[in-house]
Each structure stands twice: as structure tokens, then as C-alpha cells.
């Protein structure tokens, strides 16, 4: 038996009330006392607000991680490579259920999800996060073949010789290279740079900015965008405080207008200061 009232859904954390602009909207001017009091707001100006605090949130949080693969042919020496073009290279992400678009493409923002910064780069053939076909991988099943096969000629003291050659060789020769990352143009630059002749493939680990449709859910947004109401209302409040109501009532600019401005505040200084997409604790002390 449901215990919500009729017509009404309920909503949790993980399957939250607010799925779109105009519930998030219709949830605002209600905390503010709609359909009891007539909020001096128009639906236009409440969608800027939410506008404008998921632009805020999106700058701070709100993004998922995620591994591109990087193709050094694609790469333009003196340029870079466009992440949006290993976005459309890399399988997982092109994965859409309209042909033709990548995974990575926002509806609502008829674009291309933005990438936010990149955190690692790797080569796919020698290291990474899958080692099934690096070199150690490769020298290591060597080792077991020979001991297979009743050979002893190439044992584990020779693969940690030829490993800390390795190492040796990669630093000497400044073999392990280094990105650079413009959010604003999202090319990524690559030092030293790929050269034509030898081609290889990599994995490029970045931070990719969610879509507004899981976005506008999120309680700071939320938050800030009643925030930004109180703020807006209090504005048109004050153009008519001093008129008389009908009925001894009075106009509260001044109260919404101190409440958003401490609230604003304090939902920003709690983006900044405490990662709002950080995984819940899994074990207690005490």
C-alpha cells in the first residue's frame, strides 16, 4: 500500500522528484510560499537561475571520470588533438541510441559534453590500466613458458634485469611523455610530441562534464537556485517597499534579500571547500 497521497511521487536520493527545469522550478516558487503567496518572479528569470547555478556547480563538480583512447595519427604536431575526437575513437563512449551520435552528446545542451581537465596519460602497449599486453606481461609469460617446457635459461633474475633496463632507458632518453591540457580550446598537447612514422595508441584518463539531465537534480543546485530567487524577488520587492497592503500586510525585501546573499555564500564556500561528488565513507573509527 502506497503511502504517498494521490497524484503525488515521492522521491529519494538515487531517484530524486526533480528530473527537469520546470519541477525544479515549481519546487522553488513553493518553498517561497506559491500558490499561498504570489512570488514576484517570472518561469523565464527561475530558469536563468538553474542556468546559472549549474554553470557555477559544473565549474566545481558535477563530472564523471573516464579513460579515452589516444591514437597518435590523429594527432597534429604543433597543434594537439581535439578530446572530442578521441570522445568519437574511444567505443564506450560511442554508444548512443541515435545513430550517428556519441554517448558523450548532450541533448539539452545540443553539444558535445565539455571535458574538464585531464588527470593521466599512458601508453597503452607499455603501461595503463589493462596490463594483459605490456612488455611485462609479455616477459613474464615467457618465463612461464620456459619453465613449461623444462628450460631454465631465462628465469625471473633476467626479467628484473631487462625490466630496470627498461626504466633506465625510458628516463635517459625522456621517453615518458607529458600533456597539457586547454579546457577552453579542449585540445591536449602531448611532450614530446608523436611523430608520424611511429604510431601508437595510448589512454588518456579525464573528467568529463555530466549532462544537464543529471545535473539539475542535484540538492546544491537546487539549493543555489533558491539562493538566487530569494535575491531576484528581493529586487523587485524593493522597487515597491513602503506600499500600503490591503488588509495591514507588508513587503519583506529586505529579509529575502539577507537570506539570499548568506545563503548564496555559504552554498559557495561549501562547493569550494568540500567536494560535493566524493565517494560516502565505508568504514568508521570510534
Known amino acids: 500500500m502506497s503511502v504517498l497521497p494521490a497524484n ?6 538515487l531517484t530524486p522528484q526533480i528530473t527537469s527545469y520546470e519541477t525544479l522550478a515549481l519546487r522553488v516558487k513553493r518553498q517561497l510560499g506559491h500558490p499561498l503567496v504570489n512570488i514576484e518572479i517570472s518561469d523565464e528569470q527561475l530558469y536563468d537561475n538553474i ?3 549549474i554553470e557555477y556547480f ?23 588533438i581535439d578530446v572530442g575526437t578521441m570522445v568519437n575513437t574511444t567505443p564506450e563512449m560511442y554508444n548512443s ?3 550517428g551520435l ?16 585531464c588527470f593521466s596519460f599512458n601508453y597503452g602497449e607499455t603501461t595503463g590500466i589493462n596490463t594483459l599486453f605490456t612488455l611485462e606481461q609479455a616477459l613474464s609469460q615467457q618465463i612461464y613458458s620456459s619453465y613449461m617446457l623444462g628450460s631454465f635459461g631465462y628465469d625471473l633474475t633476467t626479467w628484473e634485469v631487462l625490466k630496470q633496463f627498461i626504466d633506465l632507458r625510458t628516463k635517459v632518453l625522456a621517453m615518458t611523455p607529458h600533456f597539457r591540457f586547454d579546457n577552453r580550446k579542449q ?12 604510431s601508437y595508441y595510448g589512454v588518456v ?6 549532462p544537464i539531465k543529471d545535473t539539475i537534480s542535484e540538492r546544491w543546485v537546487f539549493k543555489y537556485t533558491l539562493a538566487l530567487t530569494k535575491i531576484a524577488v528581493a529586487h523587485v520587492r524593493g522597487k515597491i517597499k513602503g506600499t500600503a497592503l490591503m488588509g495591514g500586510g507588508t513587503i519583506n525585501a529586505d529579509d529575502f534579500m539577507q537570506q539570499g546573499l548568506k545563503e548564496k555564500d555559504e552554498l559557495e564556500k561549501d562547493l569550494m571547500n568540500s567536494y560535493v561528488d566524493n565517494n560516502p565513507p565505508m568504514f568508521f573509527l570510534g
Request: glycine share 8%; net charge negative; aromatic share 14%.
Open 58 to 80: 559544473t565549474k566545481w563538480a558535477g563530472h564523471t571520470e573516464e579513460f579515452l583512447i589516444f591514437d597518435s595519427r590523429l594527432y597534429k604536431r604543433g597543434i594537439g
Open 8 to 13: 503525488y511521487r515521492g522521491g529519494t536520493t
Open 102 to 117: 556519441s554517448a558523450s552528446y548532450d541533448y539539452d545542451l545540443a553539444s558535445y559534453r565539455k571535458v574538464v581537465d
Open 51 to 53: 542556468t546559472d547555478a
Open 187 to 198: 585540445i591536449l598537447r602531448i611532450i614530446p610530441e608523436p611523430i608520424p612514422e611511429q
Open 205 to 210: 584518463g579525464c573528467y568529463l562534464e555530466r
Open 97 to 99: 541510441q541515435t545513430a
